[in-house]
């Protein structure tokens, strides 16, 4: 990585700010002083120091989104908007990506890392991880459909594995909680198409150990605390 790339993205300034720093002789890659801000570095093996401190690198980065609508769940498009670009660009440095996905038009609880590992390990589905979501649905569902839902649902040639309903409220409208432990396409939403309701508003709630943060606002994303992560690797 470019050294000033590096320090611009882990807060010492602008690129100027950092050229301007490397110009007065304050800056220190392994013990001798930079001249020239395009030098390339290693974050992870090199020792880097800007005037006199040591910048601490991050290898992984783990944040939680409160996904809006609108957004595509991927990394790029050329045509829409992904999830990345709610991210700051110095958070999107270490080319993170959301583990999973939402539908366009669902939101919620979207983890977004450069962590292949904890994204393999939440997403096999040999490991059968929960996702908990809620949902405003048109039509009625009744309380047949939890024994329904439990034993495995019909979406066109694929009987889902159990799930558990939760009737909220119930009538022309309903509301649920519905949780699943796999990720086909569109798989909530043909859920309910084969019970003849229709989903019109979905937000997912939590993944595995990790719960949506009641207190962040949609668009918004931040740091998971080391507490969430922890049970999130368990």
């Known amino acids: 990585m470019r050294l000033d790339k590096l320090l611009a993205n882990t807060g010492y300034g602008s690129r100027k700010d950092v050229k301007q720093m490397i110009k007065k002789r304050l800056v220190k890659v392994n013990d001798e002083i930079v001249k020239k801000a395009d030098l390339d570095v290693n974050p992870v093996e090199d020792i880097i120091l800007c005037n006199g401190e040591k910048v601490s690198y991050q290898e992984y980065v783990y944040f939680m989104l409160h996904k809006p609508p609108g957004y595509l769940s991927a990394t790029e ?15 999107r440095v270490l080319n993170p990506f959301p583990v999973g996905r939402l539908d366009k038009d669902t939101e919620g609880l979207l983890l977004i890392s ?3 590992h ?7 589905p040999k490991k059968h991880v929960s996702k908990k979501y809620f949902a405003r649905i048109k039509g009625e569902v009744k309380p047949e459909h939890i024994e329904q839902f439990k034993k495995g649902v019909d979406i066109g040639g694929y009987i889902t594995k159990s799930s558990g309903l939760t009737i909220l409220s119930s009538g022309t409208n309903s509301e649920v909680e519905i949780v699943i432990t796999e990720g086909k396409f569109h798989q909530v939403k043909r859920m309910f198409q084969a019970i003849d309701t229709e989903v019109l508003y979905l937000k997912r709630l939590s993944m595995g150990s990790l719960v949506l943060d009641k207190n962040l606002p949609v668009g918004k994303y931040r740091q998971l ?3 969430e992560l922890s049970l999130l690797k368990e």
């Open 118 to 124: 904890l994204a393999h390990e939440l997403l096999s």
């Open 225 to 227: 605390t080391d507490e």
């Open 77 to 91: 498009d050329s045509m829409q908007k992904t999830v990345l670009d709610l991210l700051d660009e110095k958070d």
């Open 114 to 116: 450069n962590d292949g």
